[in-house]
């Protein structure tokens, strides 16, 4: 349930139907503490970022506070210190939000699997804060990067999340497949 509402999110944001992208994530909460976890985070997190005008969304505050529950059992939780960076960039705090993309980096580092899916977090927290060349060299290197559901130029292409940086000639160039 999970995995497959998370891909039909994913395919609304690509669509950029962001209100169909929050339902979505809703339907993934079943009542079990694991999915109702994913649904509040992806609900929370989509709307904050595509300023989906939903009463019933859980805000970020309360994401932040199952992410923190979250951490408390599992500080090395590469997956979950990568939710935390996302929330706090949404909240406008972008050196937090670095600091635990980076770490969640480092915890990843020698995961063939996770390793390159915290990266892709660290390109979005860098293309949030403003850094988009940062944001652009780690993007680089995974178009390059053999890992499962890799970054692809059509999903750079489609996915809302690059938007900042679609006037950027490296950016336009990377997209083309041409050098930059």
């Known amino acids: 349930l999970k995995d497959t509402g998370i891909r039909l999110v994913d395919i609304h944001l690509a669509s950029r139907e962001y209100a169909e992208a929050v339902d979505w994530a809703r339907r993934i909460d ?9 649904s509040t985070v992806i609900m929370a997190h989509t709307a904050a970022q595509f300023e989906v005008d939903d009463p019933d969304v859980p805000s970020l505050e309360e994401a932040s ?10 500080p090395t939780d590469d997956g979950v210190r990568s939710l935390l960076a996302s929330n706090l960039a949404l909240r406008g705090q972008f050196d937090a939000a670095v600091r635990e993309a980076r770490l969640a980096v480092d ?4 995961d063939a699997f996770s390793g390159p899916e915290r990266l892709e977090n660290l390109a979005e927290i860098y293309t949030r804060a403003g850094r ?6 780690i993007l680089e290197r995974l178009l390059n990067t053999v890992y499962e559901g890799p970054i692809t130029r059509e999903s750079l292409r489609l996915f809302p999340v690059h938007d900042p940086l679609r006037d950027n000639p490296r950016f336009r160039a990377l997209v083309s497949g041409g050098d930059s």
């Open 30 to 38: 079943n009542g079990a503490p694991q999915l109702h976890f994913w």
């Open 65 to 74: 506070r199952l992410i923190e529950e979250r951490l408390e059992s599992a």
């Open 107 to 110: 915890l990843a580092a020698k």
């Open 132 to 137: 988009h060349d940062e944001a652009i060299d």
